[in-house]
């Protein structure tokens, strides 16, 4: 397995996206509410897609991918907690924007193994680096887990007009598969365990990353659109 590195340093990288989590509070006031959850719709939408190169067979093409995904679920999150997050409870709010927080982290902590591995500090053997492979795909994961748990407080609060278990429908599979994925790997010296049905996993995952997108696109609260 070989880890592949951006064009640009990947601390500029991690900053760039931080300064964005930092920004968005200020992008909420322009923005009415109805037009962020739109966006964190088409989002969530566009994230679904760069996701599914996750299953392209190619580290060249899932690694990019999969950090692409991360970024748009991370918008999708935070557009989605600006929209909703007066209808949810505080724990609701925050876990939205410390999925995203997460994310940065993991971010960070990967490029730093990254550097150290290219730099020379940092020695694996191909068994360790099979065992280490799935850590690269972790950030979707983080960020979907925050989704799930979100869903979970919009069952008792209901921020939306409708549909309100769909945040956990569309959270809840990669996390839950990503977590029995990397477990298994650890603990088998980096074999992969019934790698058809972690491919159907996704695929719900994706599918229903879209349905949920293309609900808050439509389907607005009514009493938003006519605030």
């Known amino acids: 397995m070989k880890?592949?590195?951006?064009?640009?340093?990947?601390?500029?990288?991690?900053?760039l996206l931080v300064q964005c989590v930092k920004k968005h509070p200020r992008k909420e006031i322009d923005m009415s509410k109805p037009?962020?959850?739109?966006?964190?719709?088409?989002?969530?939408i566009a994230g679904s897609f760069a996701f599914l190169t996750i299953l392209s067979g190619s580290d060249a093409i899932a690694f990019p991918g999969s950090i692409i995904s991360a970024i748009l679920l991370a918008?999708?999150?935070?557009?989605?907690?600006a929209g909703y997050?007066?209808?949810?409870?505080?724990?609701g709010r925050n876990i939205l924007r410390m999925?995203?927080?997460?994310?940065?982290l993991w971010y960070v902590a990967l490029a730093s193994l990254v550097i150290m591995y290219y730099s020379g500090i940092l020695h694996t053997t191909e068994a360790q680096?099979?065992?280490l492979w799935p850590v690269i795909f972790g950030g979707p994961a983080v960020v979907l887990l925050a989704l799930t748990l979100f869903g979970l407080t919009g069952l008792r609060?209901?921020?939306?007009?409708?549909?309100?278990w769909l945040p956990v429908l569309a959270g809840i599979w990669y996390p839950a598969a990503y977590s029995f994925l990397f477990g298994y790997i650890?603990?088998?010296n980096g074999e992969f365990p019934y790698w058809s049905v972690i491919k159907f996993t996704f695929v719900i995952q994706f599918l229903a990353l879209c349905l949920l997108g293309f609900i808050l696109v439509i389907d607005p609260p009514k009493e938003m659109a006519t605030a």
Do not use: Q
């Open 35 to 44: 037009e962020l959850i739109k966006w964190s719709g088409w989002a969530f």
């Open 3 to 15: 880890l592949y590195l951006f064009k640009t340093n990947p601390l500029e990288f991690v900053t």
């Open 99 to 104: 999925g995203v927080i997460g994310m940065v």
């Open 186 to 188: 650890l603990a088998h």
């Open 157 to 164: 609060h209901r921020p939306m007009s409708r549909l309100n």
């Open 85 to 91: 997050g007066e209808n949810v409870s505080r724990f």
């Open 129 to 131: 680096n099979e065992r």
């Open 75 to 81: 918008a999708g999150t935070l557009n989605l907690r």
